[in-house]
């Protein structure tokens, strides 16, 4: 009854997690209390503690430290509820033993796949209901690839940020793509090639960068492997498909050339990392480039450069610096780094960069070294983006890391013993 249980919650936290965070909350709370269930009746440790210290419990153990230094004490009392599961996922999975760690993480892994699957189904339905209320039915213009359609306001109803939302698709897909060729049943086969052209279509229509940019990556790989099998068994399929894929990806081009989710990449990037103060790329909306505001961040990150400002400390100490040094705009929008790499180095000083780097090295090796591609994929993904946006310190960011992160770390260093 206990590990059906801890299946059924793991299943679920991958459902609910994509549909919405305070769904994901919830599913997160049952998967704890199932673990607790575990832990007060068998009382027995699974793992060596020495594992926590490669576990998320790093970042709650900065919380605290950061207590000590900060000004903001009362907010910082808030974070320590949200910043709790890096410290209960870590500890009651050391109770949890090889067996069933292999369960949650394949129950797990099968149900964000689903999860993601609805969201973006209704993502999609959402986006189409919306572009054909004022065009006419099956008309496909550039018109759909517009700034209305895409980005922020595509996963508007969803209410997640179109990064975040994003994290989960590249682990659906990489997961998807790594069971799909071998599923023997075929209607499981059928829904996984269902579910990959929904997902393609996705991040498509979610226009981040990183995300877009990453899905290529994984997306490219498997077929570099199914293309290289094709050349093995017939090499005339292979080069038809490999023309095939050529051209689609011409036309493609071609259509969504000079529209929004093209300017996302050429002209709005280079704007976003070219010195830019108060300015607009598109000539409507001023703001601040993101380099600019790096320079700046890193200035301030001088000034306290051992233990930074303290805990809950990055955008009150921005605010101000961002005014000292003329940008205007980033402080009226009180916008935090958007790099998570400077967000640990404002509020922890080099302590919390080092041990971000650490966590981060420690579980790509041992990922590396597993030879499973979704957490390689999985620190790849969480390695890049941080670079882009804060995701260990927003709630859909923190459960998603938490969660995924320590039973990855899990099951690697399982792998690792055997």
């Known amino acids: 009854m206990k590990d059906k249980l801890l299946n059924i919650s793991s299943f679920l936290f991958g459902i ?3 549909l919405s965070t305070k769904f994901g909350n919830l599913g997160l709370a049952f998967f704890l209390a199932c673990c607790l269930v575990i832990v007060v009746e068998e009382k027995r440790v699974q793992k060596s503690a020495k594992t926590l210290l490669f576990s998320t419990m790093s970042f709650f153990l900065l919380l605290v ?17 949200r910043y709790s599961t890096y410290l209960l ?23 964000l796949v689903i999860g993601v699957t609805i969201a973006s189904l209704i993502l999609l339905t959402n986006n189409f209901t919306r572009y054909y209320s004022v065009k006419p039915l099956f008309t496909i213009d ?4 517009n700034y209305y359609y895409t980005y922020h306001n595509f996963t508007k109803i969803l209410r997640f940020h179109p990064t975040y939302f994003g994290l989960y698709l590249i682990v659906a897909v990489t997961h998807t793509l790594s069971k799909v060729t071998k599923e023997q049943q075929k209607w499981l086969r059928f829904f996984g090639y269902f579910a990959l052209f929904v997902f393609a279509l996705t991040i498509l229509f979610l226009n981040a960068r990183i995300i877009v940019g990453l899905s290529f990556v994984v997306y490219f790989y498997y077929l570099f492997l199914f293309i290289k099998e094709q050349y093995k068994v017939n090499k005339t399929k292979f080069f038809l498909f490999f023309f095939g894929v050529l051209l689609l990806g011409s036309i493609f081009f071609g259509f969504i050339k000079n529209t929004y989710l093209f300017s996302r990449f050429t002209s709005e990037l280079v704007w976003d990392l070219t010195s830019n103060k108060n300015s607009a790329y598109n000539g409507k909306f001023k703001d601040d480039s993101r380099l600019v505001r790096w320079a700046a961040i890193s200035k301030t990150i001088l000034e306290k450069p051992c233990f930074g400002y303290g805990s809950a400390m990055e955008k009150k100490v921005l605010k101000r610096n961002f005014l000292k040094n003329g940008l205007v705009k980033s402080s009226q929008n009180n916008y935090d780094s958007h790099n998570q790499y400077l967000s640990f180095s404002i509020e922890f000083g080099l302590l919390g960069l080092l041990v971000f780097l650490f966590y981060l090295s420690m579980n790509m090796h041992l990922a590396i070294h597993s030879k499973n591609f979704v957490p390689i994929i999985f620190c790849i993904t969480i390695i890049s983006v941080s670079f882009f946006e804060n995701i260990f310190k927003n709630n859909a960011g923190i459960i998603f890391i938490t969660f995924f992160s320590n039973l990855f770390l899990y099951r690697n260093l399982d792998e690792k013993n055997q």
């Open 142 to 145: 550039k018109d759909l690839f």
């Open 16 to 18: 609910l997690l994509p």
């Open 65 to 81: 430290i950061g207590l000590y230094f900060t000004e903001e004490k009362a907010e910082t009392f808030e974070l320590f509820g």
């Open 89 to 111: 996922v870590p500890f009651f999975l050391l109770f949890i033993n090889k067996d069933r760690l292999l369960s949650v993480y394949q129950f797990s892994l099968n149900g």
